[in-house]
């Protein structure tokens, strides 16, 4: 049986076994949302061996088809029966949450031999290189600035009809159950192929002439509402196979090694890392249980540093005299206060009887 590696370089890669709706303007923050999305799928749903082709009984691809595979390390990007007339170019957005988007985009292919007037064709591909799966790719396809063909490159990328995959069983490439085979109709077969762990594994090939970064543009909430429905549904279609597949299918045989095998080599980083986590947590707490809730000895009273200087009834003493004399000054301003009052009141009555003698001696000179 042919090795993962060579039947990629037939142009055979694991995907997603359910077809993702197409989407002609697939937007950045949609891109990122379905890769979320399906690092979740990929948990409980096992891939199977596809080409990157158009759809059956189609003459030619359909405009924004989605792909969702899962990138062999140290294997290039299987063929897709396109030619590309430019180079791909790299860049990485920020997606936030620690994460990071990496996109690269090829434009002007079409495909050798078709009815293509020029070449209009352009791939983007999105994978999460922090903040998730860097294996799980999105590859969408859609329409760009047609530029005529070259002849010289007019030339077929694979070969039709395409053979049918050398493997016909699925695999999960993600969870518990990681490299494990699912084969159909109950049929038994090896056990389960190990998969590097992402930390042992590079990163996607880079392209020549990497292109700066482009920020991420707007994108409506109807689409992104419609884009969250349908992964929703092929997750609800995966789960209803997935429980119907272990109701028919007796559990995948493990053939367990006689040497000694590392554990780190089928377990991913993060799943380790957790349980090591874990695990120190448990001994820490009890650790520290006792010294949390068990008996404490009571800090001793210390006496306050100002007792050797001041004493209690000499300040006691202090206050009562301050006190004094603040009552004292108190009824000395209410005497003072009372006796400019009363003067106030007698000029006043002086002045009018004064005033009013006047009045009548003016009167009586009058008469």
């Known amino acids: ?11 055979l890669c694991l995907q997603y076994p359910e077809n993702l709706p197409p989407n002609a303007s697939l937007s950045q923050e949609m891109a990122l949302n379905m890769l979320v999305r399906a690092t979740q799928l990929a948990q409980h749903t096992p891939f199977v061996w596809r080409y990157i082709d158009k759809p059956a009984g189609e003459s030619e691809p359909a405009d924004g088809q989605l792909f969702l595979i899962f990138a ?4 290039p990007f299987p063929a897709d029966g396109i030619r590309y007339q430019d180079q791909e170019q790299r860049y990485v957005l920020p997606a936030g ?20 007037p020029a070449a209009f064709r352009v791939r983007r591909r999105y994978r999460l290189s922090k903040g998730g799966h ?44 990681m490299g494990q085979k699912v084969y159909p109709n109950g049929a038994g077969g090896a056990g389960p192929i190990p998969i590097p762990p992402p930390d042992r594994q590079t990163s996607m090939p880079p392209p020549m002439n990497f292109g700066g970064a482009v920020g991420v543009g707007a994108t409506s909430q109807a689409l992104l509402a419609a884009q969250n429905q349908s992964m929703e549904a092929l997750e609800r279609r995966s789960r209803e196979r997935s429980g119907s597949m272990s109701t028919r299918q007796p559990q995948t045989r493990v053939i367990e090694e006689e040497e000694e095998a590392d554990d780190s080599d089928l377990v991913s980083t993060r799943s380790l890392a957790l349980a090591r986590y874990r695990r120190n947590h448990e001994f820490m707490n009890e650790v520290f249980m006792y010294a949390a809730f068990g008996k404490q000895n ?48 007698t000029e006043i009555a002086d002045v009018s009887m004064e005033s009013l003698g006047t009045s009548i001696h003016m009167d009586i000179l009058a008469t």
């Not at 049986?1 to 142009?11: E, K, L, P, R, Y």
């Not at 949450?97 to 078709?114: A, D, N, Y």
Request: zero cysteines; hydrophobic letters at 35%; charged letters at 25%.
């Open 72 to 75: 062999m390390p140290n294997v």
């Open 298 to 345: 009571p800090v001793p009273e210390r006496p306050s540093p100002y007792s050797s200087i001041f004493k209690q009834p000499a300040l006691d003493e202090k206050v009562a005299k301050l006190t004094a004399e603040v009552e004292e000054l108190q009824a000395a301003s209410a005497k003072r206060r009372a006796a400019r009052e009363s003067a106030e009141v």
């Open 134 to 177: 860097p294996q799980l790719v999105l590859v969408h396809y859609s329409r760009g600035q047609p530029i005529p063909i070259i002849p010289a490159m007019n030339t077929p990328v694979r070969s039709y009809p395409l053979r049918p995959p050398h493997d016909d069983s699925a695999m999960f490439v993600m969870g518990p159950k």
């Open 1 to 11: 049986m042919a090795s993962i590696q060579q039947m990629q370089q037939d142009g």
């Open 97 to 116: 949450s620690g994460r990071e988007l990496e996109v690269l985009e090829v434009r002007h292919g079409f495909i050798p031999g078709s009815p293509d």
